[in-house]
């Protein structure tokens, strides 16, 4: 179903279409905040809390059709406290546990996943937005609030970064 109609029934108070909203970006949003925080339970805290605060402010978005983006907005906000909050406290290693959303995929998925946390943050921003939110470079750049001039050129240099990281882990095996 279309982000507008789901919006509209949401507004009216339909919460059948509210969850289907869910269903629909929970994914996406949740490999853009592992990608950006690095902690699978940051992560999946940080969707929660972008549903809930969409669902307390789905009345203030202006435009129903630009609901994916505006949902990445809160995402990125909430990222950004969340990381903030992360500087002052003590980092200790995750412990294993199921999550509530595990990242499923293959081995060269896995490997692009770590690939990307290897990133400075400002280009893992950039391909988590573009690659897992599948937002346009003018969505990113209002979001990020800085030119599409610069989205793409952070988004270049994070690919060769990638690519040059996953060139090393392929040629690496096949040496093994």
Known sequence: MDDRFLVARARAGDDSAFAALIKAHERSL???????????????????????????????????????????????????????????TVPVEEVPERAAHVFIGSEESLDLMAALRSLDEEHRWVVALRYFHDLKVDEIAAIMDCPAGTVKSRLNRALEKLNARLAGTIQKEVAE
Request: charged residues 25%; contains cysteine; proline residues 3%.
């Open 30 to 88: 949740y490999c853009t905040a592992l990608s950006l925080l690095r902690s699978s339970w940051e992560a999946s805290d940080a969707v929660q809390e972008a549903f809930l605060e969409a669902y307390s402010k789905l009345q203030t978005l202006r435009e129903p059709a630009k609901f994916r983006p505006w949902l990445a907005r809160i995402l990125v906000n909430i990222c950004y406290q969340m990381l903030g909050r992360g500087r002052r």
